[in-house]
């Protein structure tokens, strides 16, 4: 248990019992507890394992290579279709959480031993994934705008590519293209603080103004 974590707990005002009884899940299992993406996150060797976090409606426990895991009791979620490595266990109350105690914990053992393994997720390639029509037209009409699309990393690439297609609407594509051309034009992914951190980064203080 890391003391510096505390504070994320004893701030929480939904799912505070239910998230401190997972933690003790996750900690029995013998991981390092850290904050990255501004929630509890749990480490082996310095890989990361599992994080935990709470949602309106539900809180869960994220396995990093979920999608690795051989699920038999066939409780993992994969949050939506575009998440390749991810996979949660979601819970809607502590009792839904204590009848699962044990099962959680041989999940966890099983990913720390995926994570031993060395397994890897097989990634959808950035050439897999679909071009809108409208983002084609824009590189036909702006090259400058193009060149530092494909300067992006694949990473800020895809998640471009994956906003971009997430609608079927045509005048939303377009609408949602012109919203980020100037952070592509700076070289910055969706997530980017205008710091050049990820706002989701604890190291990122918040205070910046992001990119439009």
């Known amino acids: 248990m890391n003391p510096k974590i505390n504070d994320f707990f004893e701030d929480l005002t939904k799912w505070k019992e239910e998230l401190m009884v997972l933690r003790t899940f996750v900690l029995d299992c ?44 066939k409780i993992l979620i994969q949050q939506t279709e575009n998440v390749q490595s991810g996979r949660q266990i979601r819970f809607s109350s502590m009792k839904d959480l204590i009848t699962q105690e044990a099962t959680i914990k041989a999940y966890i053992l099983e990913a720390i031993e995926v994570e031993k393994a060395g397994l890897k997720i097989d990634h959808k390639k950035k050439e897999e994934y679909n071009v809108p029509e409208e983002l084609t037209d824009k590189f036909e009409q702006e090259p400058s705008f193009k060149a530092a699309f494909e300067a992006l990393t694949p990473g800020r690439q895809k998640g471009y590519l994956l906003h971009f297609s997430g609608s079927n609407n045509a005048k939303t594509r377009i609408t949602r293209i012109e919203k980020y051309t100037s952070k592509i034009l700076d070289g910055k992914g969706m997530t980017d603080c205008t710091c050049g951190l990820s706002k989701r980064m604890p190291n990122c203080d918040g205070s910046h103004k992001f990119a439009q």
């Open 30 to 73: 013998l991981l390092h507890e850290e904050v990255k993406w501004g929630v509890p996150c749990y480490t082996h060797n310095g890989k990361n394992i599992v994080l935990i976090h709470g949602f309106k409606d539900y809180f869960a426990i994220l396995f990093m290579k979920g999608a690795l895991l051989y699920d038999s009791e």
